[in-house]
């Protein structure tokens, strides 16, 4: 009995954790900076830090999971759409291995755009300061480098870019 309730339980994480349905959180961070978030980038060699972000210009921080579908999606989109959000810069990060994110970015090549990096936060920043429940976890600071929303989910990339601009 104590197996089945621990079963139904751990799909019921595994459901929540990786979703499709976007929800606007309130975290009681928002009007906070933007963190100084240091990346290890898929290299392995090269790091870079989103206190180095482009000044005057939205930042949005997206926490993912190599496997998660529901990221991958995102990021699909965020890649075929990333010409027409030429203004925003997206630092797109894991927690998992190097050979995780570099399987991930070969099957998504989403490096080599001016305004979009991939890779690894090193020292668990985002976490320690989000506790993210799931994923994929979007931050959105606007040009102010201040808070302005946090989504959960797959999210369109106009809500985003709304939260972003507006």
Request: charged letters at 20%.
């Amino acid at each position: 009995m104590r197996t089945k309730t621990s079963l139904r339980f751990l799909l019921l994480l595994a459901l929540y954790s990786c979703n499709d349905i976007p929800q606007h959180i309130t975290t009681g961070l928002e009007g906070n900076p933007l963190p100084a978030i240091d990346l290890l980038l898929p290299d392995s060699i090269t790091h870079i830090n989103t206190k180095d972000a482009s000044k005057g210009t939205p930042t949005v921080l997206m926490y993912v999971d190599p496997d998660c579908r529901f990221c991958r999606a995102q990021l699909t989109e965020l890649k075929s759409k990333i010409s027409q959000l030429h203004n925003i810069q997206f630092y797109i990060f894991t927690e998992t291995s190097i050979a995780r994110t570099r399987r991930l970015e070969k099957s998504l090549p989403i490096n080599g755009f001016r305004n979009l990096y991939l890779g690894i936060d090193t020292q668990n920043t985002f976490v320690s300061m989000f506790n993210p429940p799931g994923y994929p976890y979007t931050a959105v600071y606007r040009v102010d480098r201040k808070l302005h929303a946090v989504f959960l989910g797959q999210t369109d990339l106009t809500r985003i870019e709304k939260a972003a601009t507006d």
